[in-house]
């Protein structure tokens, strides 16, 4: 068990470019979130994946804001044309079972800052 | 909506000196409150989930209570490295926790 990986662990990108993160859960994990975190505050969810299915998303999740979860292994998130307003921290996250009240394990995020 | 609020936002205590952090929340249908701690550049870590009111957890020197309205996280005699903010969370209905901004501990020695 080495842990929920993600990578880059930072990125400096202009406005306007597209960047994708990557994150790589528990082996034999079924479930998948993004959260996203800003400075003070505590992390705001984004989507949720069950195996490759993508089950839930945020309200607040904008078109540009795609993820993939091919497989149910690895999963992606991409934002496309970045804005000043998406620099944050990403958090991925996954956990086992059945239940949506299992404990959650989170890798150490994707810094993300939009010059 | 489902709303977690955490109080104080920052906590300064001596070692050994016992404290508590609050966590109120409102929600449709708890499902669970989770509490994560969290270091500087790192993603949250968990500590406890607590189901119903009048549940208690403990781990070391953290204790965990839950009524209907609130949570609390008890720390007793706490050492420097206890030093991290404490997330509180609530799950409802759905797949998604919803966290509150936090509590900054910091333990001197």
């Known amino acids: 068990d080495t842990g929920v990986s993600q990578n880059p662990r930072h990125k400096i990108t202009k406005r306007g470019q597209n960047v994708t993160f990557r994150c790589d859960p528990i082996s034999e994990h079924n479930r998948l979130y993004w959260y996203r975190q800003t400075l003070g505050q505590g992390p705001e969810f984004l989507t949720y994946f069950q195996n490759e299915a993508q089950l839930e998303k945020s309200r607040l999740l904008s078109d540009r804001f795609s993820a993939e979860r091919p497989k149910g292994s690895f999963s992606t998130l991409e934002i496309q044309r970045t804005e000043q307003g998406d620099s944050a921290m990403y958090l991925c996250a996954s956990s086992a079972g059945d239940r949506a009240d299992e404990k959650l394990f989170f890798g150490s995020g994707t810094q993300l800052s939009v010059l | ?109």
């Open chain 2, 1 to 109: 909506e489902d709303q977690v609020t955490q109080s104080p936002e920052a906590l300064r205590l001596q070692e050994g000196e016992s404290s508590s952090l609050n966590c109120s929340y409102t929600v449709s249908g708890l499902r669970g409150l989770f509490w994560y701690r969290q270091d500087p550049g790192k993603g949250p870590e968990f500590l406890f989930t607590l189901y119903s009111a009048g549940e208690e957890k403990e781990k070391e020197r953290l204790k965990a209570t839950l009524t209907k309205k609130e949570s609390f996280l008890h720390i007793t005699a706490p050492k420097p490295e206890d030093s991290a903010t404490y997330l509180c969370a609530v799950q409802a209905w759905g797949n998604k926790l919803v966290f509150g901004a936090g509590t900054i501990l910091r333990v001197k020695s």
